[in-house]
């Protein structure tokens, strides 16, 4: 059931994270376990409290206690969900696959650019860039 | 393109060295056999693993006695491999938990 993207690694963006995960229900189902405080608690983290609308505050703790106040950039009333958290910004986007089955994908990117990561990681990127071009 | 590269993208393209990978980023150095205790593997694919993430010149090695302890090499590129593998490590646990709510 679970599919998890790479492609992360075949693209000159290091700092980036991309996941996804097909689930057996409706788009409207999944995009409340996005939004409701309560279904987010149960994946997300242990405690979240969301205003989904664009400048709400999302707030969070970790497993390990870790408190983060963060903010809603972008939503697209049951599509997409931005948000920055800590030094990433992260955006959750839902489609729809085929009949009862809902694709989540999840790309998080590190605020610092791959530059600020010295010059042996630009080399890398540029590597990776000239290779798969 | 450096010869030094490429091997950084295929260590880390392997799901099961990015999580070796993450295990090293949230611990002072491990041996093969404490993170074969860790990771759901054998202590023979756990050093398989290590050495080719070695290749990669992600991760370094050093003797402790009579064992050998690894851990990830500082700087810009065990940065990377670090982020990338804990980042990618805690977004495979919420997506996990989020198709359990719908399994």
């Known amino acids: 059931m679970c599919n998890y993207s790479v492609a992360h690694y075949r693209r000159a963006d290091v700092n980036k994270v991309e996941r996804e995960i097909t689930v057996a229900a409706e788009p409207e189902d999944v995009w409340r376990a996005l939004t409701d405080e309560v279904l987010l608690s149960e994946w997300l983290a242990p405690e979240v409290e969301l205003e989904a609308e664009v400048g709400g505050e999302l707030y969070v703790r970790s497993e390990d206690g870790e408190e983060r106040w963060d903010t809603v950039d972008e939503l697209e009333e049951g599509r997409r969900l931005a948000f920055t958290w800590a030094d990433s910004s992260v955006e959750l986007s839902v489609d729809a696959v085929s009949d009862g089955r809902t694709r989540v994908r999840v790309v998080e990117t590190a605020a610092l650019p791959v530059s600020d990561w010295g010059p042996r990681l630009t080399a890398l990127a540029s590597a990776c860039a000239l290779t798969l071009a | ?103």
């Open chain 2, 1 to 103: 393109m450096s010869d030094a590269v490429g091997p950084v993208f295929a260590a880390l393209a392997h799901d099961t060295r990015r999580r070796v990978v993450q295990t090293l980023a949230s611990g002072r150095g491990a041996t093969a056999t404490s993170l074969a205790a860790d990771l759901p593997m054998t202590r023979q694919a756990v050093a398989k693993h290590l050495a080719a993430l070695q290749r990669a010149e992600l991760v370094r090695s050093a003797r402790r006695g009579r064992e050998t302890v690894y851990e990830l090499k500082p700087g810009p590129l065990g940065e990377a491999a670090s982020w990338l593998a804990t980042v990618g490590g805690e977004w495979d646990e919420r997506l996990e938990r989020l198709g359990r709510l719908f399994a």
